[in-house]
């Protein structure tokens, strides 16, 4: 089994609608995070959060929100989908020391018309 | 401002031929600095890291990258591809203890048989 899970693995979904974005990991990580990958810029960083109780925005957060409901279960939400945030969203994991790689899930595909 | 750049955005090789990846980083000190591959319809798999110590750093899968303070780069090679390395490859760069990670825009890679 996956260490790092994402579900759905594909979504479309329409503007205006809310939808989750859920990953589950089974590294023991305390840290994970929420990238968007889109072409030609990379992977860019939406959330993190070191443990359960510690959420902290990245460098694009505006229109998406996060929960960290256990160590090991991270969602990611868009309240109000929009086009523009048609994108594959990846879900990582990383231990605590900072020298930590970071593991990646396989990625969820959104499209919103 | 901090930055990662990675200058080409295709590349195409000859299996067999030897493949070098591009990357510079713009930082006040010497960040940790990794390079990942996804291949098609994967998440992100480490391939190295480099935090200290001996300048070239051995990956997996046959890849090698040299940390060069003086160019601030950090560049990957494989001596003879394989068609397997078709995919893309991204540099990442994180600043010391904090482990989150900055991606380059990526390198999309062709092996032509």
């Known amino acids: 089994d996956a260490d790092v899970t994402q579900t759905p693995r594909n979504r479309i979904t329409k503007t205006g609608k809310r939808i989750m974005l859920e990953c589950s990991q089974t590294?023991?990580?305390?840290?994970m995070y929420w990238y968007r990958q889109d072409p030609g810029l990379g992977l860019r960083l939406i959330y993190y959060s070191f443990d359960v109780k510690d959420i902290n925005k990245g460098e694009i957060s505006d229109g998406y929100s996060v929960s960290r409901q256990a160590q090991a279960k991270f969602s990611l939400s868009l309240e109000s989908a929009i086009p523009n945030q048609t994108a594959l969203y990846f879900c990582a994991t990383s231990g605590s020391t900072g020298q930590e790689t970071q593991y990646f899930g396989p990625g969820t595909r959104l499209l919103v018309l | 401002a901090q930055s990662v750049t990675q200058p080409d955005i295709h590349i195409t090789v000859s299996e067999g031929a030897s493949l070098e990846l591009r990357c510079n980083y713009s930082?006040?000190?010497?960040?940790?600095l990794f390079w990942y591959v996804q291949s098609p319809g994967q998440g992100l798999q480490l391939l190295l890291k480099?935090?200290?110590?001996?300048?070239l750093v051995q990956g997996i899968k046959g890849f090698e990258a040299e940390f060069k303070r003086s160019q601030s780069s950090f560049n990957l090679r494989k001596p003879s591809v394989h068609w397997s390395d078709a995919a893309e490859y991204f540099c990442?760069?994180?600043?010391?203890?904090?482990?989150?990670?900055?991606f380059g825009a990526g390198t999309q890679v062709v092996v032509t048989p």
């Open positions: 480099y935090f200290s110590g001996d300048t």
């Open positions: 590294k023991g990580h305390d840290r």
């Open positions: 930082y006040g000190a010497t960040p940790y």
């Open positions: 990442a760069v994180a600043p010391f203890s904090w482990g989150k990670l900055q």
